[in-house]
């Protein structure tokens, strides 16, 4: 695949360190740890998004996010609602695709990194309110954070 570059070495730490950040961030909060299953996708999560793998990204946050959740397609705690219905809503475009009108194309590849680069980005931070709920477990704007 040609259009398929290794990000820079600079690019990959800044996104690493993002993610750690994130991370120190809500589990200094003091909420339970997540499970040992949790903590492995976590660490696939961090690689495909430092590599720049957004769907993937999107995908495996969404996956997680709802692994913590009480049941199936639910709002997990600490994960605002309308973050849920995005994140939800964003990964079933992704897996479930629309003939003639796909949510994720080449062109996005080339044209729309940065776009879907936050959409990653704010994927992620549910995924951590999912894992680290606030003790009110009111949740926050993922947007906020980014």
């Given at each position: 695949m040609d259009q398929l570059e290794r990000p820079t070495?600079?690019?990959?730490d800044e996104r690493?360190?993002?993610f750690e950040d994130l991370e120190a961030g809500h589990a200094v909060a003091g909420a339970p740890a997540p499970s040992e299953q949790a903590?492995?996708?976590?660490?696939?999560?961090?690689?495909?998004?430092?590599?720049g793998a957004w769907a993937?990204?999107?995908?495996?946050?969404?996956?997680?996010?709802?692994?913590?959740?009480?049941r199936r397609g639910a709002?997990?705690?600490g994960v605002a609602e309308q973050d849920w219905k995005w994140l939800r809503g964003l990964r079933n475009r992704l897996v479930h695709e629309n003939p003639g009108k796909a949510a994720f194309t080449v062109e996005d590849q080339?044209?729309?990194?940065?776009?879907?680069?936050?959409?990653a980005r704010r994927s992620i931070v549910t995924a951590f309110a999912a894992l680290y709920p606030e003790p009110t477990g009111s949740g926050g704007e993922a947007k906020e954070r980014l």
């Amino acid at each position: 695949m040609d259009q398929l570059e290794r990000p820079t070495e600079l690019t990959w730490d800044e996104r690493r360190s993002w993610f750690e950040d994130l991370e120190a961030g809500h589990a200094v909060a003091g909420a339970p740890a997540p499970s040992e299953q949790a903590c492995a996708l976590m660490i696939d999560l961090q690689a495909v998004f430092c590599s720049g793998a957004w769907a993937a990204a999107v995908i495996l946050a969404y996956a997680i996010a709802e692994a913590q959740g009480s049941r199936r397609g639910a709002c997990p705690a600490g994960v605002a609602e309308q973050d849920w219905k995005w994140l939800r809503g964003l990964r079933n475009r992704l897996v479930h695709e629309n003939p003639g009108k796909a949510a994720f194309t080449v062109e996005d590849q080339w044209t729309r990194r940065a776009l879907w680069e936050e959409r990653a980005r704010r994927s992620i931070v549910t995924a951590f309110a999912a894992l680290y709920p606030e003790p009110t477990g009111s949740g926050g704007e993922a947007k906020e954070r980014l």
